[in-house]
């Protein structure tokens, strides 16, 4: 054809293919922009996965610079995620008061643990003199 503008026809007159990047990438940013919102929303616990205690005071944490402390319903204690002894529980706790500015200890307790153990474990966090003590809870639903 004399008059076409070229570039859409290969030599036997059929069309070449195209592929447009451009909404491609759009396609990507919306991806990632929409992990990046998600993964910022999520408030993760550091600790082990524990059937927490329901109340309708609860207010939302900032985990960020806390150790967590998990108390199963069998008695077994977790410092973040990893399963610890008694013995390593205080050695850890004097080590970070140490090596921590502000130290924060969060609680993140069964609701089945007996208060026994919750209770040692508040006690031995004091007398290592740490006095930001949280408790961890789940909002109770409305009756």
């Known amino acids: 054809m004399a008059g076409s503008s070229g570039g859409g026809r290969g030599p036997g007159g059929t069309k ?6 451009i909404p ?6 919306f991806l990632l922009a ?9 408030n993760k616990s550091g600790g082990f996965a524990v059937s927490l205690p329901a109340t309708r005071s609860s207010e939302p944490r900032d ?13 077994t204690l977790g410092w973040d995620k990893e399963l610890i002894t008694l013995d390593q529980f205080l050695i850890r706790l004097q080590a970070y008061k140490q090596v921590q500015q502000d130290p924060k200890i969060l609680i993140n307790g069964d609701e089945n643990a007996l208060f026994q153990q919750v209770r040692y474990v508040v006690d031995e966090v004091r007398k290592a003199g740490i006095s930001k003590v949280l408790v961890e809870t789940r909002i109770r639903p409305a009756e």
């Open 16 to 21: 070449k293919a195209r592929i447009e990047i």
């Open 63 to 75: 985990p960020g610079a806390s150790v967590t402390l998990s108390i199963r319903e069998d008695g």
């Open 34 to 42: 929409t992990f990046v919102l998600f993964t910022l929303s999520l």
């Open 24 to 29: 491609l990438i759009d396609v990507i940013f």
